[in-house]
């Protein structure tokens, strides 16, 4: 890499250090000097002046007066730190309020629908913990700052000299996520590391344009004389997504499903990284430059210069042939970019007042730009190629038996190359058996140790040895069933998961490799993403392999029945256009900028990658730091202890996908709903399905049919309009007159808190079992829940009422249950009455139903 492109991003990172040595009452110079005077002192890139002269000159007062060379760095930086604001004027931080919390970033979204303002703690942001915002004045203290610069300060002396841009962002990221970079109102919701992580995109994309325009008067370029700069196309707003992923993940049947269905959804989100990685390797860049990532999409900042483009181009031809040769059509990979300028990303630089959502302006074009591009989804060379009946792609093989999994034709080679070599890792061991007996191809016995291996990686972290996984530029020696990617250069790198001294063995032939869902600042070669991965083991083989449906569904409590949920997040392409124009001021875009932006997308894909582990594990449930987990929901199990019993499939980005038993899975959907809504302020939305399915039921139905479930929540309609918040549960019934949709509100208060409680607490299906509730037989509910049925979907409703009541007479009473024969008979004829309260009482119903039935029945549903 260019060393000054290394400086100027370590400079960016760097520059507000000072405000943390303040606020640790350390130092008392201004902030910019603090910094400086830190650095030194700990000797932090001991003999780099060009770094020192970044962080103690990048301000506009140290600037005037500071007698620095006119190509300084510290004048793109002192730019990038406006551009990053959305303001060129410079306040000096209130030392009566300095010391603040970080403010939630939604505290500034959507600011009409209500006033709710909350803050973060940072005595809770351990890797594994769920730091909540709450509503609080509590100011940080200088042992807080201290203790936050005692930690970067041993994360230095452990990088020792090697210092390097993206291994300083994973630091701060680590120590600097929850606390403010600047105290201002305006500001307070941004912390340390976000700014500093835009600034250090900001800083290398100009600084590289620059270099490419032969610009080196940055002084006049961006002091003196900003605006022509800034009005400059100096930038590329990138996008990049995968289409067709559903086709190509659940288009499968039901052997080995789970671990298949994991494999094929990792292998996505593995790719979307990887493809990220090779494009800002290619132009000496990394993953500060990485705006967003989440659901096989990401946003990107790169310099607009014509390699950024040959890059975007080159790269996008290679990843869609690879897809052709290995998947066929059905996933496709698109990159969209749109040139920006520095008063668009500041949302209006060069005005004193904001005129227009710029911000907003930036997506759409992206948007329509992606639109535009997925109309002309292959080049002319791969259209070629698709037409052509004797090219690579549409080749003809001689072949066996189809794929029991995929259904694809399997190659006669491939059983040859089964027996070539005995020596198999410890996860081809462990799916060999079930290989030996079903006819599999090899592409998905790679996504289903793949499968294996991402389950065990979360298994790991529960305590066990941290493992990597690791592209290779050519296979280990022993014979493995791995998986590929294409680089940049056409060339392939081989996945292997690996313990961490077989990553120091393997050095010299790692291309690179991956740290999941842990901080790992040590090497240059190691890249850190989240995922949710929360799993469970199948105990039938030891804990050593991820639970298929078969036993999970045996889990379940009463029927034997699993459930898919498929969530996620409501208007979110509004959200980014225009979440936080804030229609009660008279400055509707003040608080409109490009951090805040990027920090909405962070915590977004935070809560679907990291804090989704812990909301199905249960984590910290006792702890009265976190308030929304001191009750978990156990309307079902009754408080019953344990894991739950899910395996994620996928979260990601905005959108979840897991597939567990039907009760874990209603108490989860339950959890995640609340949770989310909490973090947010009650500002975001998410809609659900919850479907209820037999373990033999085929996958794409399981996923489709559940589609279908969420799209009829995202078209719920409150009066007269469409909401949107709601759950829909059990199936499609009726031509749409009956679905089991309501408001998350309701389906929690009214159908589970009010109606599935009272009638488990007043009435029993076992005869004998409780004499002071009122039994009523299967039968007998099966009737009762016709006529609900009846009620809600006929055109005569007072016969179908009668006749409930005369069903309701019919049930037997005692002495000893008569109180409760009474109520349940005036509480369910009050219910049928009314339409809203009849429709809730038939879901009650049928999930105490569920809950009480046994064995697998023939229905499907």
């Known amino acids: 890499m260019d060393e000054r492109l290394i400086n100027i991003q370590l400079g960016a990172i760097l520059c507000n250090i000072g405000k943390i040595v303040k606020r640790a009452g350390i130092d008392h110079n201004d902030y910019s000097l603090a910094g400086s005077n830190f650095l030194k002192k700990h000797n932090i890139s001991e003999n780099n002046k060009e770094l020192y002269e970044i962080v103690e000159h990048h301000t506009s007062q140290a600037l005037t007066n500071a007698k620095i060379d006119n190509n300084s760095l510290a004048y793109i930086v002192h730019e990038s730190d406006h551009i990053a604001c959305g303001n060129d004027i410079e306040k000096t931080e209130d030392l009566n309020s300095e010391m603040i919390r970080l403010s939630s970033v939604f505290n500034n ?103 490419e325009n032969d610009i080196t008067d940055f002084k006049e370029e961006y002091f003196s004389n900003p605006q022509k700069s800034r009005n400059t196309e100096k930038f590329l707003f990138v996008s990049g997504e995968f289409t067709g992923i559903q086709d190509f993940i659940y288009t499968i049947t039901s052997k080995m499903a789970m671990k298949s269905l994991r494999g094929r959804s990792f292998f996505l989100e593995l790719f979307i990284e990887h493809i990220i990685d090779e494009i800002l390797s290619q132009l000496s860049l990394s993953r500060l430059n990485l705006i967003y990532s989440g659901g096989s999409q990401f946003y990107m900042l790169l310099p607009n210069i014509e390699k950024s483009r040959e890059v975007l181009k080159n790269y996008k031809e290679v990843v869609n042939d690879f897809l052709l040769e290995q998947v066929g059509t059905n996933v496709y990979f698109e990159t969209s970019y749109t040139p920006v300028t520095a008063d668009e990303l500041g949302n209006g630089l060069n005005t004193g007042k904001k005129n227009e959502n710029k911000i907003g302006n930036i997506f759409r074009r ?290 979840i996908f897991v597939i567990g038993t039907w009760n874990d899975v209603i108490e989860f959907a339950i959890d995640l709903r609340t949770a989310f809504k909490e973090f947010t302020n009650e500002k975001i939305t998410l809609s659900a399905g919850i479907g209820f399915f037999q373990d033999s039921f085929p996958v794409y139905q399981m996923a489709s049919r559940t589609g279908e479930l969420e799209s009829i929540a995202k078209s719920y309609m409150r009066n007269n309009k469409i909401t949107k918040d709601a759950v829909a549960l059990f199936g499609k019934m009726n031509n749409n007159k009956l679905n089991h949709v309501y408001c998350w509100d309701d389906f929690i208060e009214k159908v589970l808190e009010e109606k599935y409680k009272y009638l488990k607490e007043t009435i029993s299906l076992e005869d004998g079992t409780d004499k002071e509730k009122v039994f009523v037989g299967k039968s007998k509910w099966y009737k009762i829940m016709q006529l609900i049925s009846n009620r809600l979907t006929k055109e005569e409703k007072r016969i179908d009422i009668a006749r409930f009541a005369y069903t309701l007479a019919r049930i037997s009473s005692t002495k000893d249950n008569e109180e409760n024969y009474e109520s349940l008979k005036r509480n369910l004829l009050m219910w049928m009455k009314n339409e809203e309260d009849a429709k809730q009482l038939l879901t009650a119903i049928n999930i105490l139903i569920y809950e009480v039935r046994e064995g697998k029945k023939n229905d499907k549903q």
């Open 109 to 211: 979204v959507h600011v009409d629908k209500n006033k709710i303002k909350k803050s973060f703690d940072i005595d809770n942001i351990e890797e594994y913990s769920f730091n909540m915002p709450r509503e609080s004045d509590k100011n940080l203290s200088k042992t807080e700052y201290s203790d936050i610069l005692e930690k970067i300060q041993q994360k230095f002396s452990d990088m020792k000299d090697n210092i390097l841009p993206e291994k300083l962002g994973i630091i701060f990221e680590e120590t600097c996520s929850y606390i403010p970079s600047n105290s201002l109102a305006e500001y307070s919701d941004i912390s340390y590391y976000d700014h500093v992580k835009i600034m250090s995109a900001l800083s290398a994309c100009m600084y590289i344009y620059d270099k």
């Open 366 to 655: 992206l948007s329509t730009q992606v639109s535009k591009n997925k109309l002309r989804r292959y080049s002319k060379k791969q259209l070629e190629k698709l037409f052509n009946k004797d090219s690579d792609i549409n080749k003809m093989e001689s072949y066996t038996k189809e794929c029991i999994i995929c259904k694809k034709a399997k190659n006669k080679h491939e059983k040859e190359d089964e027996k070539e070599d005995e020596k198999e890792d410890e996860i081809y061991k462990q799916n060999a058996k079930e290989f030996a007996e079903l006819e599999i191809c090899d592409s998905c016995k790679h996504y289903i140790n793949l499968g294996s291996a991402i389950s065990k990686l979360y298994q790991n972290t529960l305590g066990q040895e941290k493992k990597f996984m690791v592209e290779l530029n050519g296979e280990l020696e022993e014979k493995n069933t791995v998986l590929i990617l294409p680089k940049y250069n056409t060339d392939r790198v081989y996945l292997q998961l690996m313990d961490k001294n077989k990553v120091q063995q393997y050095k010299n032939n790692i291309h690179r490799y991956y740290s999941i869902n842990s901080y790992d600042a040590t090497d240059k070669l190691c890249k850190n993403i989240w995922i949710g991965n929360y799993n469970i083991y199948d105990s039938k083989t030891n804990g050593k392999n991820l639970i298929e449906f078969e036993n999970l569904v045996k889990l379940s409590k009463g029927i034997e029945r699993l459930a898919v949920f498929r969530a996620d997040v409501d208007n979110l392409g509004m959200l980014f256009q225009s979440g936080f124009e804030d229609k009660s001021s008279d400055e509707l875009y003040k608080t409109v900028t490009l951090s805040k932006s990027a920090v909405l997308s962070r915590y977004l894909s935070d809560f679907f990658k990291r804090r989704i582990n812990l909301i199905l594990s249960k984590k910290e449930g006792a702890s009265q730091n976190n308030e929304i987990f001191k009750n978990y929901c156990n309307i079902i199990k009754e408080k019953e202890s344990g894991l739950r019993d899910i395996v994620v499939v996928y979260s990601g980005g905005d959108d």
